[in-house]
Every structure is written in C-alpha cells, then in structure tokens.
C-alpha cells in the first residue's frame, strides 16, 4: 500500500505545481517483517477466476495466482529472492506457465527468465 501511495502522492504533487503528470495503475505490492516473518504480496490475492496455487514447506507459505499464463498475484511468507522479479514479470504480462514450481518456491530470478524478456524494450 505504500509504495502505491506514495507514487501517487508524487504526481498529485507534480501536478499541484502545474505538471499535468499521469497516474498509471501500480501493481500494489507490500513488504513487511511481523514477528520476524517476511511477508510479501502483490496484485490480487483474492482465489475468484484464477489458477491458484498454494505450497506449504518448512514454516513458509506461498501463493501464486495465474491468468491466462500470466502472474496476476502472490501472498509469500518467509524467505524470498529477487522480490522485484515477482513485480516486474506481472508489470510486463510474461507466460510463466513453464515456471510455476519456481514461482512458488520465490526462487525465480532474471537469469531464468531471461529467454522471456530479452526482447522488453526498457
């Protein structure tokens, strides 16, 4: 929430100043240790007309929900890595449907999903 907030607290900013900026949708995200448990989610988290996924290991928790191939949201708990992947491959709209079991371990990273974004313009 955040994160979100803050963006648009930028433009409303800008634009109180005369900048005639342009909100474009964020994907909301949150990061936050409770207890000494990291819990990062992002997009939806409601299960309504979505594949879902669920694993549970070692006191972790993580799931994924997938559209049409695509990554449209995730509730982990414990350790992830690369936490900006998560975000950037739901930003661009990239199939993971070959990258399910990475998803749901959060051990995805741009080296393995590079063969699907070397052609993103950034």
């Given at each position: ?13 800008a634009n109180?100043?005369g ?5 474009s ?12 448990q ?23 928790y993580?799931?994924?929900l997938?559209?049409n191939d ?10 992830v ?10 930003k661009n709209?990239?199939?993971?449907s070959e990258?399910?079991?990475l998803l ?19």
């Amino acid at each position: 929430l955040w994160p979100v907030a803050v963006e648009q607290g930028k433009i409303a900013g800008a634009n109180m100043a005369g900048g005639g900026l342009e909100y474009s949708e964020e994907i909301s995200r949150n990061i936050l240790t409770i207890f000494g448990q990291t819990i990062f989610t992002g997009g939806i988290s409601t299960e309504d007309k979505f594949e879902v996924y669920k694993e549970h290991f070692a006191g972790e928790y993580r799931k994924i929900l997938i559209h049409n191939d695509k990554l449209v949201g995730f509730v982990f708990v414990g350790e992830v890595d690369s936490p900006g992947v998560y975000l950037f491959i739901m930003k661009n709209k990239i199939n993971v449907s070959e990258n399910i079991n990475l998803l749901l371990k959060g051990a995805l990273s741009y080296p393995v999903i590079y063969p699907s974004i070397r052609n993103i313009v950034f």
